[in-house]
């Protein structure tokens, strides 16, 4: 019933907006993806920074059933109107223009085990709608087109304002222990110290209790042989400083953000908010990456820095809702750990997988290289539609 509500609210409100004056100028971005790699937000600062003729709007949280009639408005007047989730315009004279938010590793739509035919179908024909969808190479437009039905005349290989942020490391080691650690970098001067960063993916669709209640209780990893007093200190020995970046489902789950950690700290979105960053801006200056399946791994191959995998929810995850690449431990390019003993026992050795990272990026990702926001500006405001 709340999902019928909605739509008909969306269907009402987008009548509404349609009456209004379309600006040939204007950009509004509906942002979908928080400040975790947003595409939409990182497009919505480069045009207010480079290109200040333009008038841009951030919409967001998207969709929301609690948006001002001022927003509707804005949404009703763009000429352009730039997605992170699913296409949305209110006319056809607007452009809609796809960022989405990831390269996929994990199943969707169509693919996925755990979805229903009719949403897919329904996602299927919402795609048919979109104008243009940003890419980054053939293997990424052929997952995103198993998955979400996507035509290959609708890509444009122009890259992600993600890749921009990532990039561009207007933020070093030192900002990250400063902020998140509260060190001061000057007294370990001298030291080797790195700085890595834990970013899974999300476990609730798993639907599993036991999951759900070790997250709950602290372990952040969810594994069977979590000890946060011993992890802390191996790390302290290893001159190693973790920042962990759950889903944020998983966040108002974790009863305690404050753990007794000297070299473990949560980074939550009101971190970025409140410094109006995005996690990609200070992506670029770890010195390593853990996640299980999440895309970001994807993203982090242009920095051909170590990766770590965490499998104890493989299984798992292949049977509630799939993979699109495989077999899963050929594909990934990094140490995989299943548990607390060999993530101990395998980070800060020598890495022996910069090769086939390259070899994944080759893949994925041979278009992007830091000027992904200039590009799209110029294919739109060119006319191209």
């Known amino acids: 019933m709340k999902t019928f509500l909605f739509r008909l609210y969306l269907a009402m409100m987008k009548f509404l907006a349609s009456l209004q004056k379309e600006d040939p100028n204007c950009f509004v971005i509906l942002n979908g993806a928080g400040r975790s790699g947003s595409n939409g937000y990182l497009f919505y600062r480069y045009l ?32 352009y109107v730039l997605t992170t989730h699913q296409p949305f315009k209110v006319r056809k004279s607007q452009v809609n223009f796809a960022f989405w938010h990831g390269i996929p590793l994990k199943r969707m739509g169509t693919m996925a085990h755990n979805t229903k035919r009719r949403d897919n179908r329904r996602n299927e024909r919402l795609w048919q709608k979109v104008d243009a969808v940003t890419s980054s190479s053939d293997l990424y437009e052929s997952l995103m087109s198993a998955c979400m039905g996507i035509e290959g005349g609708k890509y444009q290989k122009l890259g992600f304002p993600r890749i921009d942020a990532l990039l561009e490391n207007e933020y070093d ?12 970098p000057t ?32 372990n952040f990893f969810a594994f069977s042989d979590f000890d946060l007093e ?96 495989g077999p899963y431990g050929e594909i990934v390019p990094g140490e995989k750990v299943a548990s607390q003993a060999e993530f101990l026992a395998k980070i800060g050795k020598a890495d022996r997988f910069a090769d086939k990272r390259q070899e994944w990026l080759n893949l994925v990702d041979p278009v992007d290289g830091g000027q992904a926001c200039e590009q799209i500006y110029a294919f739109l405001s060119e006319g191209n539609y």
């Open 48 to 79: 207010k920074k480079e290109h200040p003729e333009a008038t841009a709007y951030l919409i967001e949280p998207w969709p929301s059933s609690h948006l001002p009639w001022s927003d509707w408005q804005k949404i009703g007047r763009a000429k």
């Open 230 to 325: 011993k992890l802390d200190q191996e790390l302290t020995q290893k001159g190693i400083y973790l920042l962990v970046k759950l889903h944020p489902w998983e966040m108002k789950l974790f009863k305690d953000f404050h753990l007794e950690a000297s070299h473990i700290a949560f980074l939550n979105n009101s971190d970025l908010f409140d410094r109006e960053l995005d996690l990609y801006e200070i992506l670029g200056a770890t010195d390593f990456l853990m996640t299980d399946f999440s895309s970001i791994y994807f993203d982090y191959l242009h920095l051909n820095k170590p990766l770590y995998f965490v499998t104890n929810c493989l299984a798992k995850y292949e049977q509630t809702r799939g993979f699109l690449l």
């Open 187 to 218: 007294e370990i001067a001298g030291k080797k110290v790195q700085v890595g960063i834990y970013v899974p993916t999300f476990r609730y669709e798993l639907d599993d209790p036991q999951i759900m209640d070790r997250i709950a209780s602290g």
């Open 173 to 184: 080691r030192d900002y990250l222990l400063r902020e998140f650690f509260n060190l001061d």
